[in-house]
C-alpha cells in the first residue's frame, strides 16, 4: 500500500475517495479512527495500492484541480 494524499478534512477525503472510485482505483483509509477521536491532530490517509500509485496520484491532482477552478470563480 501507499499513500497518496493527507489530510485532516473528511469532506475532501471523501471527494478524493469518489474521484478515485470513479477512475476504477480502489482506496483506503487509514487512521480514520484516530482522527475522528481528535479531530485536526491526526491526518487521515489516502492509501491504494502499489500497482495504482501512479495513476491515482493523477486522478488526485486532476480533481483537486477541478476544485481550485471552481472556487475561483
Given at each position: 500500500?501507499?499513500?497518496?494524499?493527507?489530510?485532516?478534512?473528511?469532506?475532501?477525503?471523501g471527494?478524493?475517495r469518489?474521484?478515485l472510485?470513479?477512475?476504477?482505483?480502489?482506496?483506503?483509509?487509514?487512521d480514520?479512527?484516530?482522527?475522528a477521536?481528535?479531530?485536526?491532530?491526526?491526518p487521515?490517509?489516502?492509501m491504494?495500492e502499489?500497482?495504482?500509485a501512479?495513476r491515482?496520484?493523477?486522478?488526485?491532482?486532476?480533481?483537486?484541480?477541478?476544485?481550485?477552478?471552481?472556487?475561483?470563480?
Open positions: 500500500m501507499v499513500e497518496v494524499a493527507k489530510t485532516a478534512d473528511p469532506v475532501r477525503l471527494y478524493l469518489s474521484a472510485a470513479e477512475a476504477g482505483i480502489e482506496s483506503f483509509a487509514f480514520s479512527a484516530a482522527g477521536l481528535w479531530p485536526g491532530a491526526i487521515h490517509r489516502l491504494v502499489d500497482r495504482d501512479w491515482a496520484r493523477q486522478v488526485i491532482e486532476h480533481a483537486e484541480a477541478e476544485v481550485d477552478r471552481s472556487s475561483a470563480t
